[in-house]
C-alpha cells in the first residue's frame, strides 16, 4: 500500500531534549515535505527536499533540521524543543508538481 | 508570491443543504490548485486539483470546485452536505515544484 509513515505519532517531550520524527515513503517520490498544523494558522512549510542531498527551508525553519540522504526518509530534528513547536507536524511526499500524499501526522507537545 | 486565503473560518450548514467553501490566490506564475480534507485525528486526503484544461473540477465524495482565473478563485462546492463531512477543509496553491501553500482551513459543521 501507498502510504507516507511518520514516528511517532504523540511525543510528550521536555524543552532542551533532542527529539528525531521520522518520515518514510514507499512511492519512490522525489519531493518530500514537513509541515506544522496550528490553529488559526493552517500548515506551514518547516522544510522540503527535492531529491536526496537537497534540502532548504521553508517558511518556518527555526528551531528544525533535516537530511536527506535516502529517497525513502525524510527526518525531523529538533535539537532543543521549546514550548512554541509543541504543534501537529505532517510529513508528505510527491512527485514534482503532483499531488502531495500526506502521512498520519505526529503530535508533539514541548513542556 | 503565491498566498492563498479562505474567507470562512467556519461554515455551519444543515444536512442535506449545498454548501460553498470559498478559496482566493495569489500567484505570478501558473498555478496548480488543490483542495484537502482532514478529517478529526487523521492526515490531509485530497479532494480535488486543478493543474490544467476544464475550469469544473470534480473531486470524491460528490464535491466539485471551480476555478476561476479573473476573479483568482477556487471555490469548493456540493449540492448536498452529510454529517460525514463534517471535516476541516484545506486550499492549496502549488506550482510545478511541489511546494504547496496552503490557507487557514475552513471547519464545515454539518448538523442534523
Known amino acids: 500500500e501507498a502510504q507516507v509513515t511518520q514516528n511517532p505519532r504523540y511525543l510528550i517531550t521536555v524543552t532542551g531534549k533532542k527529539l528525531t520524527v521520522t518520515c518514510s515513503q514507499n512511492?519512490?517520490?522525489?519531493?518530500m515535505s514537513w509541515y506544522r498544523q496550528d490553529p488559526g494558522l493552517g500548515l506551514r512549510q518547516i522544510y522540503y527536499?527535492?531529491?536526496?542531498?537537497?534540502?532548504d527551508k521553508g517558511d518556518v525553519p527555526e528551531g528544525y533540521k533535516v537530511s536527506r540522504k535516502e529517497k525513502r526518509n525524510f527526518p525531523l530534528i529538533l535539537e532543543s524543543p521549546s514550548p512554541n513547536q509543541t504543534s501537529l507536524y505532517f510529513c508528505?511526499?510527491?512527485?514534482?508538481?503532483?499531488?502531495?500524499?500526506f502521512g498520519e501526522g505526529s503530535r508533539l507537545t514541548v513542556l | 508570491a503565491q498566498s492563498v486565503t479562505q474567507l470562512d473560518s467556519q461554515v455551519p450548514v444543515f444536512e442535506e443543504a449545498p454548501v460553498e467553501l470559498r478559496c482566493n490566490y495569489s500567484?505570478?506564475?501558473?498555478?496548480?490548485l488543490f483542495w484537502y480534507v482532514q478529517y478529526p485525528n487523521q492526515g490531509l486526503q485530497l479532494l480535488l486539483k486543478?493543474?490544467?484544461?476544464?475550469?469544473l473540477v470534480k473531486g470524491i465524495n460528490g464535491f466539485e470546485a471551480e476555478f476561476n482565473k479573473s476573479q483568482t478563485s477556487f471555490h469548493l462546492r456540493k449540492p448536498s452536505v452529510h454529517i460525514s463531512d463534517t471535516a476541516e477543509y484545506f486550499c492549496?496553491?502549488?506550482?510545478?515544484?511541489?511546494?504547496?501553500?496552503f490557507g487557514q482551513g475552513t471547519t464545515l459543521q454539518v448538523k442534523p
Open positions: 500567484s505570478s506564475v501558473s498555478v496548480y
Open positions: 492549496a496553491v502549488g506550482g510545478n515544484t511541489g511546494k504547496l501553500i
Open positions: 486543478y493543474l490544467s484544461g476544464s475550469t
Open positions: 527536499s527535492m531529491n536526496v542531498e537537497v534540502t
Open positions: 508528505a511526499s510527491s512527485f514534482q508538481g503532483g499531488e502531495l500524499f
Open positions: 512511492m519512490n517520490h522525489e519531493y
